[in-house]
């Protein structure tokens, strides 16, 4: 087993929500599985913040502050993002992004 | 190993598992319910991590309000049931690759970077009381100053010292991002309302 | 009146006149034709002619010519008052004073004339309008002027007065060519016969240019105009010859005279030239005083000289070189240098002092008053020079090959230009320059007339064509008086040439008439019998051809003799020339046999065509009156009194005081052996005359004598006489194949080399703008293009980054994420340092 879970921890499970979060924004055909990408990219930066609130006395109550707005940012973002792809989807009547692909050089 | 450890081992497996899972899953509701899952471990993890305002407010937010309206657009752009959308195999190694490089690099980069250590937490993690979470959140949006004294402090690079530190009050950025949060949403109802579909789909 | 000599320029100018009329009138006719509908171009080319030719032009000439006449002929008699007839000898050399700038000041002169003129300013102008000045030489000028003595007066009036009767003749004689359309029968195009718009005023157009320039030629002073006249009239033979130029045997004539005449006058010019570098001047007064010594001075210094009036030769000084502005010559017989004598004879004294010592001190570039020198040789090849272009302009052996063909032109050309006037400039040119003759040259002159009269005698023993028997007989004629003039016999020459104008016209008129009456049949073998028919024609032509012959009391005869005497004293004083004297006394009689022939053929017998004897018919007025008037002339312009004595012609004495002193003096002992075996030279001929007389009309009228049995008993001497001695042949070998030989080889080098090269060039040219096109396609444009393409190609490929794919956009946010944070970790330092 590792050594005492400390502040690399939680560093890591954040690099690995993060990761998977951008794999799968990179990844899935689904517009809502983008978005579902983008949520897990920000919570994995929250878990990075948190994780150094708790183990970083200088950053000690500023980074739950600031996982609070990042959490808020997430909805207003979602909501949007929701409304974009129901536009999308209107528009296409599918919400596959492969289709979007009018920006192709 | 003591109760922190395994649960952070519990939660930290179910949550990358989790995540792991939404990236894997061809079906988007199966990604939406690990998703969920996901959402959920996260918010454990910082209740682990002794914030329990932001952990309740992840659930209450994340959880009880993004995935749900991640689940209706699931819904609402529901395709046919044989209509899949794969991606093909080098894509995903593609990805992959992508991927396990951008994992090296962060984690290459927390392993190796000094983080200062602070040798204070523990205490405060005995109880719910003696953290004191929500107090410190709210004292830290009026701009209250409650710092750690600077002998408990340790492990800081390069025999640095930390700066001297003004309080700042967060209670207006948070009002701004409010504010924000609601024109968002004006925004996106007004982008989201009824219009005239452009017919069925081939 | 001041100066008669002007009426002499405005005679001159009379004719030239008229032809810039007739030029400006037909210059005008032809620039109305095209607007010839308008009502003003319409009058215009009405007026001047229209379709047909009109007569006005004719009267014009006419008028010109006989106005010209009646100026000369005052001149003629203002000028014998002036120089009443007395013997040249006691006249009074003149002594003329002569403004000439010499050195900074003005200074009057005396000048010497060694022609006796009683007023030179009256009879003689000179104007300068071109000067050469050649640095330490003093200038050389070209001048134009006029300088009248009594042989101009006599050349001028026989001139004018022939050109104003063929003028008339012609009137009559070219109706022809009156019609609008003349159809030439001897030219033969695709549909006949060419038909073509008559040229009336076009033949008196060049009438009027060559009597001006036959007039000029005769009033000149100096050689340059001379020579001016000279190549004017040559132009005019060539336009008048070559009157009918759609006939290629007259355009071929026309050709071959001029070409003929060139040849002599490149002689000429080197004549010229030499006259002009070693004597400095063209002036013929001048010219004769620089290089004969000049008869009398003020000190009366070379009267006494036994060398007046003579070419004085000398010999380089042995043991004295020439220094670098002459050299020193001793007057020596037979010297290679000629002594060239100063012009004014302010300095005198200087001609006393080489006279004195004989010892001449010669410089290269006299100033006036100082004594030059030239090589003898020179001064020969001058003289001969001069003569060639005589030879060429008078149709001598070698030069006379183009006479005969010339008769292609219309007769009254044949009449005026090639038998009275044009030829005998060459002769009247040898007359002028006659002091400036060598011993040598005159003695080349003597030869080339006799050799000529004997041939063209023989020649045209044998011709049918009766305008070609006068033609030779011109040229057998000219060779007289060319002889008479080489021997010395200056009177001689140019009393016969006189003389022989007005017979010679008058026969080329006479057979004028003979072809007009006959349609324009000119052989005479298709002739006979015409007597009756053309009487007039028929008794003026035997008045000529008695003339011709020699018989007494005729104006041939006194000519004639005249030379013959001169010929039998030069034979007398030089032996071994005697040749010189057989061949005039036998042509003689073969001139009488020809042209009895001729006469006997054309009129008396009996008709040999019945086409042509049917239509024959006696001529209009216009035709006949000049026959009679010519006729009653060439009986009596060389009577004299008594009448019966052949020296005592008063047109001998007139031109006897023209005569040079030079000629007087270096023949002096000749001309007394002429006079005393003159009636012996006569008499011979006249036996040979009446023997040949008879013997033609043997032949020719009684039939005793068959000529087609001479003609086979003899083919070859026929053939030989038949192709004129094959001159024309042997020309044709040795000049015109050759020519034409080189002419070919030079075209097949510019067809094959020359334009080969430039074709050649020109297809190199075209390959290498190919091979550049290629160049510039290929290489130049396809860098560009290729340029464009892998540009293109490029971006291409660079689009496909562009996939328009969400999902790869975030693949490259992540790698670039991915990137910078390897860049930040390789540089910021604290994490390294970790």
């Known amino acids: 087993m590792m050594p005492e879970v400390g502040l690399q921890s939680y560093l890591l499970l954040g690099a690995l929500l993060f990761v998977c979060g951008a794999v799968c924004m990179a990844m899935k055909r689904n517009a809502i599985g983008v978005l579902m990408g983008v949520e897990l990219v920000l919570n994995g930066a929250n878990v990075n913040f948190v994780a150094f609130a708790r183990f970083n006395s200088t950053f000690e109550i500023e980074g739950q502050i600031f996982a609070l707005f990042v959490i808020v940012m997430a909805a207003a973002e979602a909501a949007i993002a929701l409304a974009i792809v129901l536009n999308f989807y209107n528009n296409h009547m599918t919400v596959d992004v492969d289709t979007a692909e009018e920006l192709k050089g | ?202 | 009146m001041e100066s008669p000599g002007l009426l002499y320029v405005a005679a001159t100018f009379l004719p030239l006149a008229s032809f810039l009329l007739l030029l400006l009138g037909g210059g005008l006719r032809a620039a109305a034709k095209p607007v010839r509908d308008t009502p003003l171009g319409g009058s215009i080319f009405r007026g001047l002619g229209g379709d047909a030719p009109i007569k006005t032009g004719a009267y014009i000439a006419t008028g010109a010519i006989g106005l010209a006449f009646v100026l000369s002929l005052i001149g003629f008699i203002l000028f014998k008052q002036d120089h009443p007839h007395e013997a040249v000898e006691h006249t009074a050399p003149h002594q003329e004073a002569v403004e000439h700038a010499a050195g900074a000041d003005v200074v009057q002169d005396w000048r010497l004339s060694p022609l006796s003129l009683a007023d030179p300013s009256r009879w003689s102008v000179s104007v300068d309008w071109a000067s050469l000045n050649m640095g330490s030489r003093p200038a050389t000028t070209l001048s134009l002027g006029y300088h009248i003595d009594s042989l101009t007066t006599v050349m001028f009036l026989m001139v004018s007065f022939i050109a104003t009767l063929i003028h008339v003749f012609s009137i009559g004689y070219m109706g022809d060519e009156l019609q609008p359309t003349v159809e030439d029968h001897q030219v033969h195009t695709v549909d006949g016969h060419l038909r073509r718009r008559g040229r009336f005023g076009r033949f008196f157009l060049f009438l009027s240019l060559f009597c001006f320039s036959m007039l000029n030629l005769i009033l000149a002073d100096n050689l340059f105009q001379v020579f001016l006249s000279w190549e004017l009239v040559g132009i005019c033979s060539y336009l008048l010859v070559g009157f009918y130029y759609e006939r290629r045997s007259a355009s071929n004539a026309a050709i071959k005279a001029f070409v003929t005449n060139r040849v002599g006058d490149a002689g000429f010019i080197i004549g010229l030239l030499i006259l002009w570098t070693y004597v400095g001047t063209l002036n013929f007064e001048d010219l004769f005083r620089k290089i004969r010594l000049p008869e009398n001075d003020i000190a009366n210094v070379a009267t006494a000289s036994s060398l007046r009036h003579r070419i004085v030769r000398a010999a380089v000084v042995p043991g004295e070189a020439p220094s670098r502005d002459g050299q020193k010559l001793q007057i020596s017989a037979g010297g290679d240098q000629v002594v060239l004598f100063p012009e004014y004879s302010r300095h005198s004294e200087e001609v006393r002092k080489a006279l004195d010592t004989g010892i001449v001190d010669a410089k290269f570039a006299p100033r006036t008053g100082q004594l030059g020198s030239m090589p003898y040789w020179v001064l020969v090849v001058a003289g001969l020079g001069i003569f060639l272009g005589c030879v060429g302009k008078s149709a001598q052996f070698p030069l006379h090959v183009w006479l005969p063909d010339a008769m292609e032109g219309p007769t009254p050309v044949s009449a005026l230009i090639h038998a009275a006037t044009m030829v005998a400039a060459g002769v009247y040119l040898v007359g002028r320059c006659f002091p400036l003759f060598t011993p040598e040259a005159r003695l080349v002159i003597a030869y080339t007339g006799g050799i000529t009269l004997f041939m063209a005698a023989t020649i045209a023993i044998v011709q049918t064509d009766i305008k070609k028997v006068l033609a030779y007989s011109t040229v057998s004629q000219l060779g007289y008086m060319m002889l008479a003039l080489g021997v010395g016999g200056w009177i001689a020459g140019l009393f016969h040439l006189i003389t022989h104008a007005f017979f010679k016209a008058l026969l080329f008129l006479g057979s004028g008439s003979v072809i007009y009456g006959c349609h324009h049949e000119q052989d005479m073998t298709k002739m006979g019998g015409l007597y009756p028919k053309m009487k007039v024609t028929a008794i003026t032509m035997l008045v000529g051809m008695l003339t011709i012959a020699g018989i007494p009391l005729f104006s041939g005869w006194y000519s004639k003799d005249a030379i013959l005497a001169q010929a039998l004293g030069f034979v007398q004083e030089y032996p071994k020339h005697i040749l010189l004297f057989l061949l005039p006394l036998l042509t003689a009689g073969i001139t009488a046999f020809y042209m009895f022939r001729l006469w006997l053929l054309t009129f008396a017998g009996k008709p040999r065509d019945e086409h042509v004897y049917e239509h024959a018919h006696e001529s209009p007025r216009t035709m006949t009156v000049p026959l009679i008037i010519l006729a009653v002339f060439s009986v009596a312009v060389a009577w004299g009194w008594p009448l019966y004595d052949a020296e005592a012609s008063v047109l001998n004495s007139t031109i006897e005081q023209s005569e040079p002193l030079s000629a007087k003096i270096e023949f002096a002992t000749v001309h007394a052996f002429a006079h005393g075996s003159h009636a012996l030279a006569g008499n011979l001929a006249l036996g040979l005359v009446l023997v040949a007389l008879i013997f033609a009309s043997l032949i020719y009228h009684s039939r005793v004598l068959d000529p087609e049995e001479a003609k086979q008993q003899f083919p070859g001497i026929h053939r030989f006489l038949w192709n004129k001695w094959y001159v024309d042949e042997l020309y044709s070998a040795i000049i015109v194949r050759p020519a034409l030989t080189v002419a070919h080889w030079c075209r097949k080098f510019d067809t094959r080399v020359i334009d080969g090269t430039v074709d050649a060039t020109a297809r190199g040219v075209v390959q290498l703008s190919r091979w550049d096109g290629r160049f510039d396609l290929g290489i130049i444009d396809g860098l560009v293009n290729l340029t464009a393409r892998v540009v293109f190609a490029v971006g291409g490929r660079l689009r496909t980054v562009q996939t328009g794919y969400l999902r790869s956009y975030i693949l490259f946010l992540v790698l670039a994420a991915i990137g910078i944070f390897a860049v930040l970790s390789y540089f910021v330092a604290f994490v390294r340092a970790g």
């Open chain 2, 1 to 202: 190993m003591d109760v922190q450890t395994a649960l952070f081992w519990i939660l930290a497996g179910l949550t990358g598992l989790s995540a792991i899972a939404v990236v894997v899953t061809q079906n988007i509701v199966r990604s939406a319910a690990w998703l969920l899952f996901t959402l959920g471990g996260v918010a454990g993890i910082y209740f682990l991590l002794g914030a329990d305002f932001v952990g309740a407010t992840q659930l209450i937010v994340y959880v009880g309000g993004i995935l749900v309206l991640v689940v209706f657009g699931v819904m609402l752009t529901a395709q046919g049931p044989f209509v899949t959308m794969k991606t093909s195999a080098a894509e995903w190694a593609i990805s992959l690759v992508v991927g396990l490089l951008l994992f090296s690099v962060i984690t290459l980069a927390a392993v190796n970077a000094p983080w200062p250590q602070d040798a204070h937490h523990s205490e405060d993690m005995e109880s719910a009381e003696t953290s004191q979470n929500s107090v410190k959140l709210g004292a830290a949006f009026l701009g209250i100053k409650e710092i750690t004294p600077k002998k408990d402090l340790t492990g800081f690079p390069m025999g640095k010292t930390p700066p001297e530190r003004k309080q700042v009050a967060y209670l207006l950025p948070f009002e701004i991002v409010s504010v924000h949060l609601l024109v968002v949403l004006i925004g996106a109802a007004y982008l989201a309302r009824a219009k005239r579909r452009r017919g069925m789909p081939t």
